[in-house]
């Protein structure tokens, strides 16, 4: 059973930091394009990256551009989306999606083969 589960969400201070991880099971995930998503209450999901599986390049959306960084640990089978100087506005829930044989052109991740369940992340003082 291909599943992405997510973890790592929470309560954080503005300008903290946060790591989201996104674990795979069922498949390895080295093989996959790896996009992250969040959506606001009431708003669709939007895109915030995407990260190729031919040659690991990562794109960002400009909100989040040189505050959110995406990794990959091929030993754990696990991709993390390393957030940092968070702000109030980033509170939403994050999600993470893959795609095999996916090269990304830009930011958004176009198709799906599987979905994480979502993480709170709420930034608040």
């Known amino acids: 059973q291909v599943q992405l589960v997510e973890s790592g969400g929470g309560l954080v201070q503005p300008g903290g930091s946060l790591r989201l991880s996104c674990a795979a099971s069922?498949?390895?995930?080295?093989?996959?394009?790896i996009g992250w998503y969040r959506q606001f209450p009431g708003k669709e999901r939007e895109g915030l990256s995407c990260t190729s599986s031919t040659d690991g390049k990562t794109y960002y959306t400009n909100s989040v551009k040189g505050r959110f960084t995406v990794s990959r640990d091929n030993a754990k089978n696990t991709v993390y989306l390393q957030m940092s100087s968070l702000k109030p506005e980033d509170t939403a829930v994050y999600y993470c999606?893959?795609?095999?044989?996916?090269?990304?052109?830009?930011?958004?991740?176009?198709?799906?083969?599987?979905w994480g369940q979502g993480t709170q992340v709420t930034v608040s003082s």
């Open positions: 069922g498949f390895t995930l080295e093989d996959y394009a």
């Open positions: 999606a893959a795609e095999r044989d996916y090269t990304c052109v830009d930011y958004m991740l176009l198709a799906f083969d599987a």
